[in-house]
């Protein structure tokens, strides 16, 4: 090993003792942190790429009628370490909450499926009902709008059905309902 010392990048715990000796109020300085963490999850190409995808997708969702709220996850948060991109909050009594993995191809979508299967040790079939269960529902971003939202709805039916949701029946064009 060298007897150069590495030059180190500044720490929170740094940056958090340097601010609170400015005088910077605490809540400054957690937003501080958190932009310092946006950029630095951002900084990848991948990163920005995903993180377009991710608006793109939470645009879209947000458009649909049964939707009341889609929030995107915070960066390395919690949600976002536990496959949640964008929580969407709906207008529907038994189903009032869903999560939507992004990804930015079909490819992408089939391949962290394939791996989270995987590692989980299911078959197709269980981690299927296992998506049903824990409502987790996964769109490619760099779609328009109208596959974004068509993609999400599907999966949306699904998950209606699998918890019990009664469908509404569809009026006909004779008055019929």
């Not at 709220?69 to 976002?80: C, N, Q, R, V």
Request: hydrophobic share 35%; glycine share 6%.
């Amino acid at each position: 090993m060298s007897n150069e010392r590495r030059e180190r990048k500044p720490n929170n715990l740094g940056f958090i003792f340097e601010q609170l000796h400015r005088g910077v109020p605490s809540v400054e300085i957690l937003s501080q942190i958190e932009e310092r963490r946006r950029r630095r999850a951002e900084g990848s190409k991948a990163a920005q790429k995903g993180s377009h995808s991710e608006r793109v997708a939470r645009n879209a969702i947000f458009k649909i009628p049964v939707v009341a709220s889609a929030i995107i996850s915070p960066k390395d948060g919690y949600e976002d370490e536990n496959l949640v991109d964008i929580n969407v909050r709906l207008k529907i009594p038994d189903v009032e909450q869903v999560a939507v993995q992004v990804k930015s191809s079909q490819e992408g979508i089939k391949k962290a499926k394939r791996i989270l299967r995987r590692k989980m040790k299911l078959t197709v079939e269980q981690f299927d009902e296992w998506l049903m269960i824990n409502k987790l529902i996964f769109v490619n971003g760099q779609q328009d709008n109208e596959k974004i939202q068509q993609q999400f709805m599907d999966q949306l039916d699904k998950i209606k059905e699998f918890h019990g949701v009664p469908q509404k029946p569809i009026a006909s064009n004779i008055g019929v309902v």
